[in-house]
């Protein structure tokens, strides 16, 4: 008798295998947490981390180790489904944490802001929050690494904000594309713990 292949069931059934760990060649992933009373219905996204890489996610990793920085609880975690693989990160136009971002804006402003305050010299006195004589003097010594430590020091709720809004919008792309969540070696990130997690332990 012809065994007849059903197409939908493998893809099912390969869809909700559990995603492996590269360095440990299993299916346990770790997250580091402050709570000992973490279920998967109870997850919450904090959607205004400054520490997040693939956007706004439930993040785990692949290393203890690494776990443990973001808190001192380690949860075993199990999850499955369709994620995106990261090679290049900045082929994603993600930057990471806060800080990585605030780094990466702040060559290309130290590289560009004199030019800028040449076109709109008036803009970027109120942008820098700094009196007009100080502005001259900074401008005229070429001075554009304390011109951009202004820039960043007085508008940085403003690109926080940015950050935040670069990192939903990843997500939300990759949401769109069907995905449920991005991976590498080191970190996943699972865009819906509640439809994504198999097992959460505390160990």
Avoid: C
């Amino acid at each position: 008798m012809k065994t007849i292949f059903n197409f939908e069931r493998f893809l099912n059934e390969y869809l909700n295998e559990s995603i492996i760990n590269q360095r440990s060649g299993n299916d346990i992933w770790y997250h580091g947490s402050s709570s000992t009373e973490l279920k998967i219905e109870n997850i919450k996204i904090n959607r205004e981390s400054n520490q997040m890489f693939y956007g706004d996610a439930f993040y785990v990793s692949s290393d203890i180790t690494l776990a443990k920085k973001y808190g001192k609880y380690i949860y075993e975690v199990i999850f499955d489904g369709n994620f995106f693989e990261v090679k290049d990160r900045q082929s994603l136009g993600t930057y990471g944490i806060f800080e990585q971002y605030l780094e990466s804006i702040r060559d290309s402003y130290v590289e560009n802001i004199l030019d800028y305050i040449q076109e709109s010299p008036e803009y970027w006195k109120k942008k820098l929050k700094i009196s007009k004589k100080l502005l001259q003097e900074l401008y005229n010594e070429e001075d554009s690494y304390t011109l951009t430590d202004y820039f960043i020091q007085n508008n940085i709720n403003d690109l926080f904000q940015e950050y935040i809004d670069n990192q939903i919008s990843l997500r939300e792309e990759y949401e769109e594309m069907g995905y449920e969540g991005l991976i590498d070696i080191t970190q996943a990130a699972i865009f819906n713990p509640q439809k994504s997690i198999q097992s959460l332990k505390l160990i």
